[in-house]
């Protein structure tokens, strides 16, 4: 991480993490991830409690909801009498470390809901199940592990798509509205919109303070199931509002009672400071630096110089932000090509059109040059005609020490060979005529039906040698 320890990280129960943490890394705030101790509540229960639903809302409602430590404890405290859980050893343990894990505790630490990790653990454990199993080899697993991660790349590809060339649905007429869904991306907006209309529809503000050049305002949040008054400061000189609900410091989203404030103060667009980089669309077209300002890529495609791709990167940002303002007239896009014409012509002038040699293209290709001089060494006792002989093994010095068997009948070989072969075979007609003549009237017999049709003759009922001299008489007598 360049040297920079992260600011906070987030484990499970692990008394070994949490010791390691402490000794490598003190600076660094150690939290608890909510999924891990949420799941264990059913096992820690009484039995009748694990069906009642309404348990779960009081629990979910005391751990999610609680703003301020203080509004922690007292509806920890509520739900513990509730249900008699006092002496429940677990939910002591739990309330001796809540500071690790209750969101009410580091509301002012910049998480970005990261810490709501119930549903994103079974999300990613739902979508790695349609990849992976447990019994696979090590390959098999990388493979298709590398496969789940492309379908993650091609979503947010297609998401990305998306948000650049597709305008949401607003829901009010407000300006502050309208710019949100030019500057955020579809999922970042959506929770921004739902901001909007609670704003719209369900805060006021009640009273106004001025302090000097801050000003205190109380806005009533009718959404709220208690009706809740938020405390909102406004810094007149810089126009940044703090709200005591602190959405905007623990997940980067303006709440509604900001927005309330702004749109009473005829603030119509958002400041500067309430736009983070992380939920814009064009986030990723800014090139990333390393800690020594040289700039970060995947795969370069060249062994052009940083610098090169430095301005190459800026005039296609602007080239991509000139085509999204000016697709939305045909005078503007007309505007744009024609400037296009012009400073194509402009530049085929000034630049200097300079012919590369086939060896450079292959290096740019490549990304790298030639070396000049190679110094390759010849492999010494290779026989380098033709490919060399295999190996020898035991079992070949066997099988050459062991003479070969002749298989089936040695035919004499001569000029006059083919008549020989016909009195060759002749003289075994012969000998197999008079081996015929030697057996019984039944296996005459049975000789004689093997040239009838099959329904007349059945091999079961032959023995196996006589069954083969049978086949062999036919096979010979056949013309």
């Known amino acids: ?135 696979l080899a090590f390959v098999e697993f990388w493979l298709r592990f590398d496969t789940a991660l492309n379908c993650q790349r091609q979503e947010e590809l297609v998401a990305d798509h998306t948000s650049l060339h597709t305008t949401p649905r607003l829901m009010t007429c407000w300006e502050i509205e309208r710019q949100g869904s030019l500057i955020f991306t579809h999922e970042v907006f959506d929770l921004f919109q739902s901001e909007v209309l609670a704003a719209r529809e369900h805060c006021d503000v009640q009273d106004t303070k001025d302090v000097g050049s ?148 292959q290096e740019s290709f490549v990304g790298s040059s030639f070396p000049t001089q190679v110094d390759i060494l010849t492999p010494t006792n290779i026989d380098a005609r033709g490919t060399c002989s295999r190996i020898k093994g035991h079992r070949d010095k066997e099988n050459k020490a062991q003479p070969k068997k002749k298989l089936g009948v040695t035919l004499p070989r001569s000029s006059s060979h083919a008549s020989k072969l016909n009195v060759y075979f002749s003289e075994v007609v012969t000998t197999i005529s008079d081996m015929s003549t030697q057996l019984a009237f039944a296996h005459k017999k049975i000789l004689l039906d093997f040239f009838k049709p099959p329904p007349f003759f059945r091999f079961a009922d032959v023995p196996a040698a006589d069954c083969c001299l049978i086949c062999f008489l036919a096979l010979v007598s056949t013309p």
């Open 1 to 135: 991480m360049g040297g920079i320890a992260p600011g906070v990280i987030i484990t499970d129960e692990s008394g070994s993490m949490r010791n390691a943490i402490e000794a490598i890394l003190p600076n660094t705030v150690h939290r608890l991830g909510m999924w891990h101790i949420m799941r264990k509540v059913p096992e820690k229960i009484p039995l009748e409690l694990r069906t009642n639903e309404y348990f779960y809302k009081r629990l979910n409602f005391c751990v999610w909801n609680s703003e301020t430590p203080a509004e922690f404890e007292e509806n920890w405290k509520n739900v513990t009498l509730r249900f008699d859980l006092e002496t429940n050893k677990w939910f002591e343990k739990c309330y001796h470390i809540r500071g690790s894990w209750v969101p009410a505790y580091f509301m002012d630490i910049p998480l970005a809901g990261i810490l709501r990790t119930t549903s994103r653990s079974e999300s990613e454990n739902s979508f790695f199940k349609n990849f992976i199993r447990r019994k």
């Open 214 to 361: 801050l000003k205190i305002m109380s806005v009533s949040d009718q959404s709220h199931p208690k009706n809740k008054v938020r405390v909102v400061r406004l810094q007149t000189t810089t126009m940044i509002t703090k709200c005591s609900c602190m959405l905007f410091e623990s997940k980067g989203i303006v709440c509604r009672h900001v927005i309330r404030v702004l749109r009473g103060a005829k603030i119509n667009e958002l400041p500067n400071f309430y736009v983070l980089k992380r939920w814009e669309k064009m986030c990723k077209r800014d090139i990333v630096y390393d800690g020594d300002g040289n700039p970060l890529e995947d795969n370069p495609i060249d062994c052009i110089d940083m610098d090169t791709r430095r301005k190459i990167s800026v005039a296609r940002n602007k080239l991509e932000d000139l085509i999204r303002h000016a697709k939305n007239s045909s005078g503007g896009l007309d505007l744009l090509n024609s400037g296009l014409c012009d400073l194509e012509s402009t530049i085929s002038q000034s630049a200097l059109d300079v012919a590369r040699t086939s060896q450079e293209e």
